[in-house]
């Protein structure tokens, strides 16, 4: 059977790889999430709350992000706050979209020194 | 929050309802607390975000919803995690019930069928053509009908067993498409022209003979899709068996009935297919009930365990 490796999953969507990263220094709950992806991108990526939902969704499932708990504090509609981490594997994979991501940037530099771009 | 950000809660909330049930047993509450925050967040900055908020979850959230219905149904598909319990026999009357009435309605529903299809289909016009059209709505009528009691088959057998309603949609799909298949050749015109003639000498002596041989391979396709859907490969030869049994069983005292009725002499207009259909689900039943019971006991359901917490029910 062939194993994944985090290359295969490159590249990330916009959306999944701002999720990743807003999770990178410490676990979120939900509404946390969608506001750092909304600083993050500069107001330019905007999550919907059924869209978050499903990309957390699919990310818990491939095992990239796990539940780590509750916040003690409840929601606004009264529910448990529930905070999402990175695994180790979503990690790795961020790792890996990381490395692509600098290779892409310094052949873009390395073609484009001197013309003006 | 004054009414309109209200309003927009409690509609989200109600439209979280058509999530898929699993999803929504994870999700839903924590959908409704980032909602509700963000909905409050945008009432505090203005009435332009608050519109903005509404656009985006109204734009995404048909999308949303169509995506995990369909990673649902492609779970189900995949046949990852369909699960199935059967409850006792005393349990299953209701099922009984329900695929007699079933039967009842599918194949009196389809034998009429013809007379509300349009009258210039049956018109004799030009040779080769018409019977070219004749095979391929005859093979079509009898396969649409047999899907439908295939459908009805599976929702039936649903309501007698604890079958998640995506494994009985599964169930029903499989023997939809076994059925049409296997109809299809049974009744597909050159074949059973074949068939019939071979088997001419039969009809005079008992005439209900020959239709139970071509009712075989419709029980041998509607038993194999039926195993195949409730306990995979293993039993799937089993249950074909049995429904090929059934089948002829059903048919071939269905069909004497239902001479006996026409040369009674007193038989009323209009009543003879109902006899052969009432008497073909009867004796239908009991034949594949009485043979399912006879050796599906020992070795169909060996394998059937209690399952822990849920008396009275079984797994396969």
Not at chain 1, 77 to 105: D, F, V
Not at chain 2, 42 to 69: K, S, W, Y
Request: proline share 4%; with cysteine; charged share 20%.
């Amino acid at each position: 059977m062939k194993v994944a490796k985090p290359d295969d999953f490159q590249p990330l969507s916009e959306m999944t790889l701002y999720i990743l990263v807003s999770l990178a220094p410490c676990p979120l709950h939900g509404y946390a999430i969608a506001k750092k992806v909304r600083a993050l991108s500069e107001e330019r990526v905007i999550l919907s709350v059924s869209t978050l939902y499903t990309i957390l969704k699919r990310l818990l499932e491939d095992g990239w992000i796990e539940r780590v708990g509750e916040d003690a504090e409840p929601d606004e509609s009264g529910h448990p706050r529930k905070t999402y981490a990175l695994t180790e594997c979503g990690q790795r994979i961020l790792a890996a979209e990381k490395t692509r991501l600098h290779s892409l940037l310094a052949i873009v530099e390395k073609q484009t020194i001197g013309e003006g771009i | 929050m004054t009414f309109f950000p209200r309003l927009m809660v409690s509609i989200y909330n109600g439209l979280l309802r058509l999530y898929p049930r699993k999803f929504r047993e994870e999700f839903r509450g924590e959908m409704q607390g980032v909602f509700v925050s963000a909905v409050k967040e945008a009432v505090r900055t203005g009435t332009r975000a608050l519109l903005q908020l509404l656009f985006f979850e109204m734009l995404d959230f048909p999308i949303n919803l169509a995506i995990e219905h369909f990673s649902q149904w492609r779970k189900v598909w995949s046949m990852k995690d369909i699960r199935h319990e059967i409850r006792p026999f005393r349990s299953a009357a209701m099922g009984a019930l329900g695929l007699f009435i079933g039967l009842l309605i599918v194949l009196l529903g389809t034998k009429y069928l013809y007379l509300v299809l349009p009258s210039w289909l049956f018109k004799p016009d030009f040779g080769i053509l018409y019977t070219l059209r004749g095979m391929i709505l005859s093979a079509l009528t009898y396969a649409l009908a047999s899907a439908l009691l295939g459908l009805m088959l599976c929702l039936s057998v649903s309501a007698s067993s604890r079958i998640t309603l995506r494994a009985c949609f599964f169930m029903a799909g499989l023997e939809v498409v076994a059925t049409l298949i296997g109809t299809a050749i049974v009744r597909f015109t050159p074949y059973q022209s074949f068939i019939l003639s071979f088997d001419g000498n039969w009809q005079d002596v008992t005439p209900a003979l020959g239709t139970a041989f071509l009712a075989m391979i419709d029980g041998l396709f509607t038993g194999a899709g039926l195993g195949l859907a409730a306990g995979g490969w293993k039993f799937c030869w089993r249950f074909a068996l049995n429904g090929m049994l059934a089948y002829f069983l059903g048919f071939a005292i269905g069909e004497t009935i239902y001479s006996l009725w026409i040369s009674s002499g007193w038989w009323i207009w209009g009543t003879t297919y109902p006899v052969f259909v009432i008497t073909f689900c009867i004796c239908g039943i009991l034949a594949g009930g009485i043979l399912g019971w006879l050796w599906g006991k020992e070795r169909v359901y060996k394998s059937i365990r209690v399952v822990e917490g849920n008396p009275g029910s079984f797994r396969v």
